[in-house]
């Protein structure tokens, strides 16, 4: 039988923005309800910490994550920052001594975590990349009709993930290579990046362009990539903050039928999987689809993996290794297409 944990894990939340505050909620629904529990909350601004803070009794608010990465009564740590200090803020956690789960991009470059997942082996701490896209319901069950062979082996993925922006857009965080680390690229495309790497596994082939075609930024904000794994399998992906209605599509290619996933609810329209299996006549395939209108509970879902993790002692399947993996992906688009955002941005 497992052992089970006889005391509630104390949770940091550093960054108590939108993310923060999702990452909250997620501590009240599943095993997290009963096995974790926030003590504190750290923010450059005092009253945002102060008030995530308040929906968690007795637990501590400060203005210096330092603070909570220290609290001896914390034993893991969420950091949902900005992308200039999630990987610092990864790296101090780890030292000391605390599991983490960091935001995707993880970085904003690769190098920034260069060393750490040896420093979190060293430690004996868990470090899990908040890829959470991996466990909303229609992808999992294409994991798993994959995992079974339902489409064959596969030969392709295409793949297309965007929003519109808003007005002000251009000013916002994102839009500042200095914090963001990049565009559209370094912001929806990990999560399709790793959702292809999920599929597919390694590519050892990478191109794409990055470019900044509307906003009046020196951020990028559009990514086309081409990327092949060492057996010629191909995943052809686009992030845009162009496309004006949001969007997230997922087609996943197999020699024996194809799974469609479109929607992530909300605003992206509901979360639909189609399997499309391919007749030995060919022609019209058999259908079945999966809808699921309910909200997302990805976060929750994610979340208790990590408590596993950390429980059954074993390596969480969305790590550093993967987050290194993406951001070498969108270190070498960047390169190739001009953007140096850490010594001179591209001008648009």
């Not at 930024?217 to 209605?245: I, P, R, Y």
């Not at 290194?324 to 001179?344: E, K, M, N, P, W």
Request: net charge negative.
């Amino acid at each position: 039988m497992d052992p089970k944990p006889t005391s509630p894990t104390g949770v940091a939340i550093i960054g108590c923005g939108l993310i923060g505050h999702k990452r909250a909620a997620s501590l009240k629904t599943g095993t997290a309800a009963q096995s974790a529990r926030l003590v504190h909350c750290a923010d450059r601004d005092l009253g945002r910490a102060q008030k995530l803070a308040a929906t968690s009794s007795g637990c501590q608010a400060s203005s210096d994550w330092q603070q909570a990465v220290n609290d001896p009564a914390v034993s893991l740590v969420i950091i949902a920052t900005l992308h200039d200090s999630l990987a610092s803020i990864t790296r101090a956690a780890i030292e000391a001594g605390k599991h983490v789960l960091v935001e995707k991009p993880a970085a904003r470059t690769a190098s920034e975590l260069a060393g750490l997942p040896e420093r979190a082996k060293a430690k004996g701490v868990k470090v899990r990349v908040g890829f959470n896209h991996r466990y909303h319901r229609a992808l999992q069950k294409a994991h798993a009709l994959f995992q079974d062979g339902a489409i064959g082996p596969l030969m392709f993925i295409r793949a297309r993930y965007g929003h519109g922006g808003r007005p002000g857009y251009e000013q916002e965080w994102r839009a500042d290579p200095s914090l963001s680390g990049g565009g559209e690229l370094l912001d929806q495309g990990p999560h399709l990046i790793d959702l292809a790497r999920w599929f597919l596994g390694d590519f050892t082939e990478i191109d794409g362009f990055a470019s900044t075609m509307f906003w009046n930024m020196k951020a990028d904000d559009n990514g086309f990539m081409l990327l092949k794994t060492a057996s010629q399998q191909v995943a052809f992906l686009h992030a845009s903050c162009t496309e004006w209605k949001n969007m997230f599509s997922f087609e996943i290619y197999g020699r024996d039928g194809k799974l469609d996933i479109n929607g992530l609810g909300g605003s992206y329209g509901t979360e639909r999987l189609t399997f499309y299996k391919m007749l030995p006549e060919m022609g019209p395939p058999e259908t079945t689809i999966w809808e699921y209108p309910m909200a997302d509970n990805s976060w929750s879902v994610e979340f208790d993996a990590f408590l596993d993790d950390i429980r059954l002692n074993r390596e969480p399947d969305a790590n550093l290794t993967d987050a290194v993996a993406a951001l070498t992906v969108i270190d070498t688009i960047y390169r190739t297409s001009g953007y140096d955002y850490h010594t001179q941005p591209a001008q648009n």
